[in-house]
């Protein structure tokens, strides 16, 4: 069974920074075009940010263009989204996937999820 767990939220002043990981089983992020989404309460989950299985293609949704970074450790099976510059907007849960298919910013294109992250921006 494929697991996917993202780790590194928590509470941050605006303007600071947080470094998320997502750390897959078996080989399923180094295959993978690998995503990453943001769900506040009572709204639908949505495109963050992705990256190719090179990691040599990125995209961005353009509420966090410039201020996050998608990379990449396929030797360690992990996805990262660096977040500068963070904003009370930003707070939400955020969920790393992997399509088998790619880079992909629809949400429905992503086979497996992990549980999820707080990221909580207030003075």
């Known amino acids: 069974q494929v697991q996917l767990v993202e780790s590194g939220g928590g509470l941050v002043q605006p303007g600071g920074s947080l470094r998320l990981s997502c750390t897959g089983s078996g080989r399923t992020v180094s295959t993978s075009g690998m995503g990453w989404f943001r769900q506040a309460p009572g709204t639908e989950r949505e495109f963050v940010a992705t990256i190719s299985v090179s990691g040599g293609i990125t995209r961005y949704a353009d509420s966090v263009k410039g201020r996050f970074t998608i990379s990449r450790d396929n030797a360690k099976n992990t996805v990262y989204l660096q977040m500068n510059t963070l904003k009370p907007e930003d707070t939400c849960v955020y969920y790393c996937?992997?399509?088998?298919?790619?880079?992909?910013?629809?949400?429905?294109?992503?086979?497996?999820w992990g549980q999820g992250t707080q990221v909580s921006v207030s003075s």
């Open positions: 996937a992997a399509n088998s298919g790619g880079i992909a910013t629809k949400r429905e294109t992503y086979e497996y």
